[in-house]
């Protein structure tokens, strides 16, 4: 691939449209909270998030093309640009600060604070975005038709494609009205349980089960069956094998970390003494092999960013497409954020400390910036760098003195920032190869960017509150795998409490996996999952590889009904993900006493299910009606429309 040095955007340099407006901001600031919460919520169900740009891009051109009868691709751009920073910042933060709910939970103490968990995410966000500035020209403008950024630039042909109309935003709008109704029934008025669930008596320690939401059949649409199979395969290893195994061998023994003999255990509770931490060790090593597989292309890519970079124009161009912020101001934002670091009482470091958290979230943020424009977003790896920072950070602390309960949370934190500028760099890097296509102001994109990051960070504090408080972290509507697995690093380093058999383990399968060849992450993700979670990703996953095999009129016919699909289910995710804050704020909100005297709150009285429930068939009913409904608005409406 040769780069263009001829390259002109759709938009001309010397032409002014509408693009940093009232409208595209509000709307932006909307887009980022709602798909920050969704985002945040799917990750702590399923340990994975998903892009916001596109979905953002979409709903954009719904309201401004449509409702508002306006026409700026730039705003439209602006718009996404603001909305997937919620989406980044929500990524980066539940790898790591759940953690300190659960530690809250088992220590006996409060929980870290709006203002704390605001902080964190502020200062990580806005560092992943201001990091990424300078090296906008080295690698978006040097680069181009080099680095093929393919989340910005698939966002970009959505955003052209829509100079031909606005029609697609009614597919993720109707993705995202079923999906939240179908959520609301299952969960809020329980009229089926949205998990089947059947342990297999006769194989005992065995279960095999499905959650029937939307968002989980979403993700595997969108991830695609390779990526939906190992996951499966994980399952089936850890549920179907190693359970069972361990209920056969353990028999009446009683085996740490559980205290009661193995042969009373039910599926459920061996996932939970045993599965998980051999899960951990399994991610945990993929994260970390996946890191160390990058090594060279991170040292290498990091010199070549620095002297690309070193090589640019000295002087300041005058064209609007390459108008950034001024590196003067960056610069002293970055000494405040520093700063602030350094006093707040969340991170407990040293002037000195803040500085070195400063300098390696640059390296991070040059890597993850350059490895998303090389292999997109999805394969970033984000958690092996935070696994590798979380590990430095606690033996330094303990190194210091500074362990314990104070210790560990400091770890956490430090990740956390890190994670965060990671996360948010990336996402950066792939809004402004998407501006730069199509001709937008990167000083005005950049504005926007800071602005979603700020939205979204002073929204998570309040979302991890209402989901924690409601369900809890690491239980089963919210088993938070990544956080769960940072959790458990720390803990080990700091302590030496951990069940290292088991975790190793796993180590040992991950490697066994690496030699194979076979994507060690996904497959370490369905290891540490319940079965019943990767059985509706599959589900999702069968019904794309259908999508890409079945005969179409015309190749543009099946990539057009792929592409509708993946409007839908997305829609289908942010949906589910709302109605799942918006039932984690039922589930606090007391209406009242029961005649025990005992608090009852708005969930148990909207809650059916001991007057009218399906069941377990009524539930396999509606999840193969959702499943007609992609259909609906991809095949079926592509087919009438081609006809």
């Known amino acids: 691939m040769e780069k263009n040095n001829s390259f002109k955007p759709f ?28 985002n945040a919520y799917l990750g702590l169900r399923v340990g994975m998030t998903v892009s916001a740009s596109i979905p953002a891009a979409v709903i954009s051109m719904g309201i401004i093309r449509v409702l508002l009868r306006k026409d700026s691709i730039l705003e439209n751009n602006m718009v996404q640009t603001i909305g997937s920073a919620g989406e980044s910042v929500a990524a980066g933060a539940i790898f790591t600060l759940p953690a300190l709910f659960m530690w809250a939970a088992e220590w006996g103490v409060s929980s870290p604070s709006l203002i704390e968990i605001s902080l964190i995410a502020l200062c990580g966000g806005l560092l992943g975005v201001l990091f990424m500035i300078p090296l906008r020209k080295a690698l978006i403008v040097q680069e181009h038709g080099v680095l093929p950024y393919p989340e910005g630039t698939a966002c970009s042909e959505v955003l052209l494609a829509g100079e031909r109309g606005g029609s697609q935003s009614t597919t993720v709008f109707a993705g995202l009205g079923i999906s939240a109704a179908y959520k609301f029934i299952a969960d809020g008025l329980k009229l089926f349980p949205s998990k089947v669930n059947y342990d297999l008596k006769s194989y005992k320690g065995a279960a095999v089960g499905i959650d029937v939401l939307p968002a989980l059949l979403g993700v595997g649409y969108i991830c695609g069956p390779r990526i939906s199979s190992y996951m499966m395969a994980g399952g089936i290893l850890s549920w179907l094998v190693l359970m069972p195994l361990i209920s056969l061998f353990g028999g009446v023994s009683i085996i740490f970390p559980g205290t009661d003999p193995v042969s009373t255990m039910d599926p459920s509770t061996l996932w939970n003494n ?25 040292g290498r890519t990091f010199l070549q960013s620095v002297q690309s970079y070193n090589r640019g124009p000295s002087s300041k161009s005058s064209l609007r497409t390459d108008d950034d912020l001024p590196m003067r101001l960056i610069a002293v934002i970055i000494s405040v954020i520093i700063i602030v670091i350094w006093l707040a009482p969340a991170i407990p470091v040293t002037l000195l400390g803040a500085v070195a958290i400063a300098l390696f979230g640059f390296f991070f943020a040059t890597v993850s910036a350059r490895l998303v424009g090389l ?46 500028i990671a996360a948010i760099a990336g996402d950066t890097s792939q809004d402004l190869k998407t501006g730069y296509i199509l001709g937008a102001t990167p000083r005005k994109q950049q504005i926007g960017e800071l602005i979603g990051v700020v939205a979204a960070s002073l929204a998570l504090g309040g979302v991890l509150y209402l989901l924690n408080a409601a369900w809890g972290f690491g239980l089963t509507e919210l088993p938070a795998p990544q956080a769960m697995l940072m959790k458990m690093v720390v803990e080990g380093v700091m302590n030496g409490n951990l069940p290292w058999t088991l975790v190793f383990a796993g180590a040992g399968i991950a490697v066994g996996l690496e030699i194979l060849r076979i994507p060690v992450l996904p497959f370490a993700v369905g290891l540490y999952l319940p079965i019943h979670l990767s059985a509706p990703i599959m589900a999702g996953g069968l019904l794309r590889l259908w999508f890409e095999r079945r005969k179409a009129r015309s190749d543009e016919a099946r990539k057009d009904a792929i592409d509708s699909g993946i409007l839908y289910t997305s829609g289908m995710i942010a949906g589910e993900g709302l109605v799942g804050v918006l039932l984690a704020v039922f589930a606090v909100i007391k209406v009242g006493v029961d005649s025990l005297g005992e608090p009852v709150y708005l969930d148990a009285v909207l809650d059916l299910s001991e007057k009218l429930s399906l069941g377990s068939i009524g539930s396999l009913v509606f999840f193969v009606l959702l499943i007609l409904s992609v259909l609906k608005f991809s095949i079926w409406r592509k087919a009438s429309r081609i006809g």
């Open 375 to 420: 292999v997109g977003s999805s394969n970033n790896p984000v958690s092996g760098m935070a696994i590798a920072t979380l590990l430095l950070s606690t033996i330094l602390l303990k190194y210091t003195g500074d362990v314990g309960r104070h210790g560990m949370s400091g770890a956490i934190a430090i990740g956390s920032v890190i994670c965060i």
């Open 11 to 38: 938009i001309p340099a010397d032409r002014i449209v509408p693009e940093f407006t009232a409208t595209s901001v509000v709307l932006g600031i909307l887009l980022a909270v709602l798909f920050g919460a969704a």
């Open 274 to 298: 045993y599965i998980k931490y051999i899960g951990a060790g399994a991610v945990a090593t993929g994260g970390i092999l996946s890191l160390a597989k990058s090594l060279p292309l991170i």
